[in-house]
């Protein structure tokens, strides 16, 4: 499996969470604020004033509507997935807490990544929304593959079963200083891939450490 990717969809492969506060918002519900966030991205209780008990109904009549099968691509995904998939030979297996249950709303996830990805998605795995990912990620344990997510337990779960984590940077993970290597978009992830090239995140940290060096020699 060399040339298999594993990867998460929401937040790596597709932009869902502007998706859906889009959604919201036309649906009637006011945007209050972006700027609190849990385990999960943006805090969706907070942002629209509703009760945490009623966020899963929203999260789950959103991914059984005809929207899911038009969510963006997130950042720079197609140009580098294709890129990977067409002048390298990699495939993509894709696994996803998604499902709501419905066989219609899985077919519509599929739906919108062969439209944007074509055939660089070889595999997808639709699991329960919040669902564990263990038991889908353990047969690739010890086989040199990496698996791209943006939420931080599932980046270190699958450290924890021998297989590179990779965490996509977004506001509500950009805290985590764990054994995962983190990327800012998906043209970090090909020259890391293709080309070995450290993500920029790293050369950052070193440049500020530097910095913060000399002003403690300054003082």
Known sequence: MRNVILTDCDGVLLNWEDAFLQWMVRNGYELHSCREFDNHGINIAHAFSIPDAEVGRFIKTFNESAEISELPPLRDAIKYVRKLHEEHGYVLH???????????ADRLRRKNLKNLFGTAIGRLVCLPIRGDKADSLRPYGGQGIIFVEDRIQNADLAISLGIEGVLMEHDYNYHY?????QVKNWKEIYHYVVDGEEPSIYAERRQNAYEGGLRKLGQ
């Open 94 to 104: 894709a696994i996803t807490s998604f499902s709501t249950g419905s066989p219609a």
């Open 177 to 181: 200083n764990g054994a995962a290597t």
